[in-house]
């Protein structure tokens, strides 16, 4: 069976096109447009990979990663920032928040792929099987 990545952005349009890019190369998809709403989501499917935006209401990014990093069931499983705060605060941010990696957008299919097929078969995969 195909990991289940969970896709996370409040804008609908980019949380479709990433999750359609995924479905497209075999994965199971799950969607939140919320920081809540991930975290429930995150509870429910267990997923193997976080794609997280940084930028939403409510809960941001950082909020998130911070929440799913401290939960038991969470701590090995990677997560992705994908925003368009691209600069070294924001990723510096990220990595003080627990984040794996961090894409910046826009972003093209193929780094996407490239970088969720590492995440999935890198070190903190390999931790959490």
């Known amino acids: 069976m195909a990991p289940t990545i969970l896709v996370v952005d409040d804008n609908e349009m980019n949380r479709a ?3 359609d890019m995924l479905a497209a ?7 939140a447009e919320d920081g809540e709403q991930a ?3 995150f509870g429910l499917t267990r997923p193997a990979l976080v794609l ?5 209401p409510g ?3 950082y909020q998130v990663c ?11 499983t990677p997560v992705m920032l994908m925003s368009g705060l691209a600069g070294p ?3 510096a941010a990220g990595s003080a928040a627990g984040a794996d990696d961090f ?26 099987s």
Do not use: H, W
């Open 17 to 19: 096109m990433v999750a």
């Open 25 to 31: 190369a075999g994965y199971g998809v799950a969607t």
């Open 39 to 41: 975290l429930r989501q």
């Open 52 to 56: 997280l935006d940084i930028q939403m």
């Open 59 to 61: 809960l941001d990014g």
């Open 66 to 76: 911070r929440c799913i990093k401290q939960n038991a069931a969470g701590r090995r």
């Open 89 to 91: 605060e924001s990723r």
């Open 103 to 128: 894409l910046a957008k826009p972003f093209l299919r193929a780094e996407l792929l490239a970088r969720v097929e590492l995440l999935l078969s890198g070190p903190a995969a390999a931790r959490a």
